[in-house]
């Protein structure tokens, strides 16, 4: 599968990762080359095969739905680049 | 070099527990012996005062009768471990001041041990590389030189730092994450032994993740029974994570009997690539030739779906990936970028500035193959391939206890080498990769020495959950080995 420029600045947009327009070429040169490398996979008959969800053969433990743990905003906010009472800031996303 | 930080992690904890030496003194030289090493750059950060606090504290445990399996034991936590106030960057700068305000299971298990620790090792951004170059710290320089050849080498990744600093005596053991051979390449790469513990073993909670299904944490020490002594303190149940298996740890420095009499030992056929350099191959006959000398049986075995693991995983690991680091977006921590445009400008700039050039392109990768029309052709095709991988080893374990390899198929390269071909340097997992998928317990052992003088490494692969017959065998090899080779470079 080869990846041309476009395609680079639409899984760039995707993925909310800024790619410089110089970089995009080189880029999908080697997302190509990575593509067609992986590409072999299709000479195998996976026919009938399950995917594998995980490697260990259990099921997902669930828990009683209820409050175990929280309380405390300035915590978990401690980190943010912007924020205030117990509140993370972003810029405007309505009008 | 002072005697103190020579010793292996097994004789200084007999140290302490003789009352010859206290914590305080044997950190005292670890901090020393860190900062000596500051060339290597194996540290992202050092904990020096914290480490005199921890060392403190735990003598006056031990005087009170109450140690632990690692008390008063310095080591270095690979900086993908959140710790509770300690800068934790997983090498990015999207993380930039990011200062956890819990602790990882891992980690609390061994200060709950013991330990101590005397700062965070530098690794690959977000565990993603084969070389610790692509740290935004800088790369680690591999205690080890070629012979007559003064040019610095990659300590391998992505847990170099960890593996260089234990290799450099700086540390006594330190933690790693292996996700694809993340553990045992740096370990064969600095002669050193690194343990990957099967999937569910240790705790995940609170380990920067890179892809779900396949990061698991493990020990790194200089020898087979130091890290089973960590590995002990490490793992165990946790609620916290539901991938987290609720088995009994087992007392693994029990197992090293070094009794393998007629144990079977498989070597599977595949392994045998194209192009493997000659000494890797001698290597591998001669720990063939160690085990059948302690009474091993080997047996030939196939691994037909072998060629298939590093496809499957640069697909598989890519796109977990994607969706993992998808929290890194300027709100709740680290770097923010573009902060006076739109919030979709916000989240672009600081990602596109925050992640580095190999993050990105596995960003690009994984959300190429997850997007509408690719996911059954890539995501799902390698999901399914995995489940051969995996059948592969459960066939070959109906036959053998344990299978040989080689670690990687070179010994450490030069700084900067491979970096323009992402897929030369995915090659360098090509052994470590499969038992990832399928989600084994795998070790590599320091067992010899290239042409140039550097170390090699050998893999012993396991059932799953069975850690101990891992360290058995890994005993044995060691011994054989007898390898004691020192690095260039040590701290003094």
């Known amino acids: ?48 095969v399950e995917p594998m969800t995980s490697v260990v053969s259990m099921k997902l433990p669930l828990r009683d739905d209820e409050v175990t743990d929280g309380g405390y905003p ?20 309505v009008e | 070099m002072s005697d103190l930080t020579n010793l292996t992690l097994a004789e200084a904890r007999d140290l ?16 020393a012996a860190v900062e000596a090493a500051r060339s290597l750059n194996a540290f992202i950060t050092e904990t020096p005062e914290k480490a005199l606090q921890m060392a403190e504290a735990s003598d006056k445990r031990r005087k009170a009768g109450e140690a632990g399996v690692l008390e008063g034991l310095p080591i270095g936590m690979k ?3 959140c710790t509770e106030g300690v800068l934790t960057t997983a090498a990015s700068h999207i993380l930039d001041g990011f200062h956890p305000t819990y602790e990882s299971t891992v980690s609390q298990n061994m200060w709950d041990a013991g330990a101590v620790l005397l700062g965070k090792t530098n690794l690959d951004e977000f565990a993603m590389g084969s070389s610790n170059m692509t740290s935004h710290y800088g790369g680690v320089e591999n205690p080890w030189r070629k012979s007559g050849d003064n040019r610095p080498l990659v300590p391998g990744g992505s847990s170099g730092g960890s593996a260089a600093a234990v290799a450099a005596r700086c540390a006594l053991g330190a933690t790693g994450t292996d996700t694809g051979g993340s553990i045992r390449q740096p370990a064969a790469f600095c002669g050193i032994v690194g343990m990957k513990p099967t999937y569910g073993r240790c705790s995940r909670w609170g380990i920067v993740a890179f892809a779900s299904s ?23 149940y946790d609620a916290k994570d ?10 693994y420095e029990a197992a090293l009997t070094g009794d393998i009499k007629g144990m079977k030992i498989g070597i599977p056929k595949e392994y045998r690539i194209d192009g493997m350099p000659a000494e890797i191959d001698q290597l591998w006959l001669q720990g063939i030739k160690w085990l059948e000398e302690a009474g091993a049986e080997v047996v030939e075995i196939s691994l037909p779906h072998t060629h298939y693991a590093l496809p499957t995983y640069y697909i598989i690991a890519p796109a977990e990936a994607s969706s993992n680091l998808a929290r890194y977006d300027g709100v709740r921590y ?3 970028e573009g902060a006076d445009g739109s919030l979709d400008e916000m989240y672009e700039a600081t990602r596109g500035k925050g992640f580095g050039m190999e993050v990105q392109r596995r960003i690009l990768i994984g959300t190429y193959v997850l997007s509408a ?14 489940s051969l991988i995996a059948r592969d080893f459960a066939q070959a374990y109906e036959k053998v206890d344990a299978i040989l390899t080689p670690t990687a198929p070179s010994a450490a390269f030069g700084m900067g080498d491979k970096m323009d071909d992402p897929i030369a340097m995915y090659l360098n997992d090509v052994f470590t990769v499969p038992a990832s998928l399928a989600g084994l317990p795998g070790i590599s052992i320091p067992a010899g020495l290239s042409q140039d003088g550097l170390p090699l490494g050998l893999q012993l692969l396991g059932k799953a959950f069975d850690e101990e017959t891992v360290f058995k065998v890994g005993g044995v090899l060691e011994e054989a080995a007898g390898f004691d080779a020192t690095p260039a470079f040590l701290a003094a």
């Open chain 2, 16 to 31: 302490l527990a003789k009352g010859e030496a206290s914590s305080k003194e044997l950190t005292e030289a670890h901090i």
């Open chain 2, 334 to 336: 680290g770097l923010r």
């Open chain 1, 74 to 93: 300035d915590r978990v906010t401690a980190n943010a680049p912007e924020g205030a009472h117990g509140f993370y800031a972003v810029p405007k996303v």
């Open chain 1, 1 to 48: 599968m080869s990846v041309d420029k476009e395609t680079v600045a639409k899984i760039a947009r995707l993925a909310r990762v800024r790619v410089d327009e110089s970089h995009k070429e080189p880029l999908a040169k080697e997302l190509s080359n990575i593509l067609g490398w992986i590409e072999q996979l299709s000479e195998l008959d996976t026919e009938g």
């Open chain 2, 79 to 81: 900086d993908l471990f």
């Open chain 2, 373 to 386: 029309g690719y996911y059954d052709a890539y995501y799902n095709k390698a999901r399914r391939v995995r």
């Open chain 2, 214 to 236: 396949l990061d698991q944490a493990g020990p790194m020490g200089r020898t087979v029974r130091d890290t089973a002594i960590m590995l002990e303190a490490m793992a165990g």
């Open chain 2, 242 to 251: 539901s991938t987290s298996v609720n088995a009994p740890v087992p007392n």
